[in-house]
């Protein structure tokens, strides 16, 4: 198992800065995906950014050139730095990672309890 514990939730202002921690732990051979996914009231979870253990990135449109992620392999932690945040940004917030608890295993997801950001004036 591997438990997830997420930081940096809170309220901004619009054009404001937050950055969104998430540190894994537990029986873990590799972590092959970190990534976080939004989720706002009403709509569908929705991912935000993913970063691999070769640090490729993948971003949602709605947030590149805002957002950025990043990761520590040697402490299995991804964080996720937002700068000039919209109103749109506001959601509950989720890390999610896809890890191996052994070479030969295959990868099992698991997600944060999430983190709620409010970006309102």
């Known amino acids: 198992q591997v438990q997830l514990v997420e930081s940096g939730g809170g309220l901004v202002q619009p054009g404001g800065s937050l950055r969104l921690s998430c540190a894994a732990s537990?029986?873990?051979?590799?972590?092959?995906?970190m990534g976080w996914y939004r989720q706002a009231p009403g709509k569908q979870r929705e991912l935000v950014a993913t970063?691999?253990?070769?640090?490729?990135?993948n971003y949602a449109d709605s947030v590149k050139g805002r957002f950025t992620i990043s990761r520590d392999n040697t402490k299995n932690t991804v964080n996720l730095q937002m700068n000039s945040l919209k109103p749109e940004d506001t959601a509950v917030y989720y890390c999610?990672?896809?890890?191996?608890?052994?070479?030969?295993?295959?990868?099992?997801?698991?997600w944060g309890q999430g983190t709620q950001v409010t970006v309102s004036s």
């Open positions: 999610h990672v896809s890890s191996r608890s052994r070479p030969w295993s295959a990868s099992t997801d698991y």
């Open positions: 537990g029986i873990i051979f590799s972590i092959d995906i």
């Open positions: 970063i691999t253990s070769s640090y490729n990135t």
